[in-house]
């Protein structure tokens, strides 16, 4: 894997390639961007944009919308996919927000993760974009993009976020995320574009021929099997 020095000088070229990477979630406050990042759950950022200005002006806070229903809800979330267990999700996490913390969008790993149908990649999302505290989301782009070029070497996200952490400064965390995010979906795409990469030279994938190398994973113990009797 690669010195830390080498995974900031890498996130340095990929900035450079991708100015400005941020979220393409359209959003105003800490509780519309919580809604729309448990609406992005296999969907596409645009889809979500799609539905959110009509959402958003019928459950303007988690006030309204612990007050409604799942079941008036999933018409309007519909072409976002899993709709039945978003709006499920959606007016849990409302109604927990009125509950224990007074309607506000907590900033905090834990009470976020608390949170109905909200995990660790949804809460560094909306940490680090609306709420100012650094917090690097590991999707599958920036688990395909960190494993190819070697700055991480893991398939489990907690892990790939831990190792990238550790090699960036905070404040470099969620526009580190955004950028991987980018050039996952731009150019590292499944099938990459290594010819209109940054980060050619230094990528460990290119260098091994497009070679994925097998992540590591945990050692398990050897199950004993008994000697079979002839
Ligand atoms: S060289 Fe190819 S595989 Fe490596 S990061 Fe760039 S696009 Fe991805």
Known sequence: MKTAGDTRSI?????SQHPGADTELHYRNAFELLVATILSAQSTDRRVNLVTP?????????????????GRLEPQIHSTGFFRAKSKALVAMARALVRNHGGNVPADMD?????????????????????????????RHVLRVANRIGIAGS??????????????PPERWTRASDTLILH??????????CDECAVQHECEYFQRGGVAEPVTRPHRKARRVAPQTP
Do not use: M, W
């Open 184 to 193: 996952g979906r731009r150019i590292c795409r499944p099938k990459p574009l």
């Open 155 to 168: 398939d489990d996200p907690v892990v790939v976020e831990r190792q990238l952490t550790s090699a960036l």
């Open 111 to 139: 009470a976020l993760t608390a949170l109905p149908g909200v995990g660790r990649k949804t809460a560094n999302v909306v940490l680090g974009h609306a709420l100012g505290i650094p917090g690097l989301p590991v999707d």
């Open 11 to 15: 996130l340095d070229a990929l900035e």
């Open 54 to 70: 009509a959402l958003f002006k019928r459950y303007p806070d988690a006030g309204a919308l612990a007050k409604a229903t799942p």
